[in-house]
């Protein structure tokens, strides 16, 4: 396992959440950052662990999330969207974030996440082989 960190500078997007607790939570990064949105797509299919700062405000916890899906327009901007369960989401820290009105509405993030690498699986297959 390794552990995997990406910072990004991001704009809020929303958030939702329905009856039954799930949370869906959008950002919007720009082509600049596209580096960055890339680095995030290893983080598929893990539970990653989001924190914000706010510039001008001290680092926030968000919460735990999984990454659902990517998009990338033409212009390179990046739309990532977040699920999770309120019970491990910061629903007040998530509604603290700056609106697309407010004069700095861009934010950095930092995503963390305990990933397999790639070494976890050759490691695997030669323990196999030995027996």
Do not use: C
């Amino acid at each position: 396992m390794m552990n995997v960190k990406v910072k990004e500078v991001v704009r809020y997007a929303g958030h939702n959440i329905t009856a039954n607790g799930a949370v869906t939570f959008n950002l919007v990064a720009s082509y600049s950052e596209l580096t960055n949105t890339i680095q995030a797509m290893q983080m598929l299919n893990n539970d990653i662990n989001i924190k914000a700062k706010i510039p001008g405000g001290k680092a926030m916890k968000l919460g735990m999330f999984r990454l659902n899906q990517i998009v990338i327009d033409g212009d390179g901007e990046s739309k990532l969207k977040f699920k999770g369960l309120n019970d491990y989401i910061e629903m007040d820290n998530l509604n603290a974030l700056p609106l697309n009105s407010d004069e700095n509405k861009e934010f950095q993030i930092l995503m963390e996440a305990e990933i397999e690498s790639e070494d976890d699986d050759e490691e695997d297959e030669e323990d196999e082989n030995e027996d």
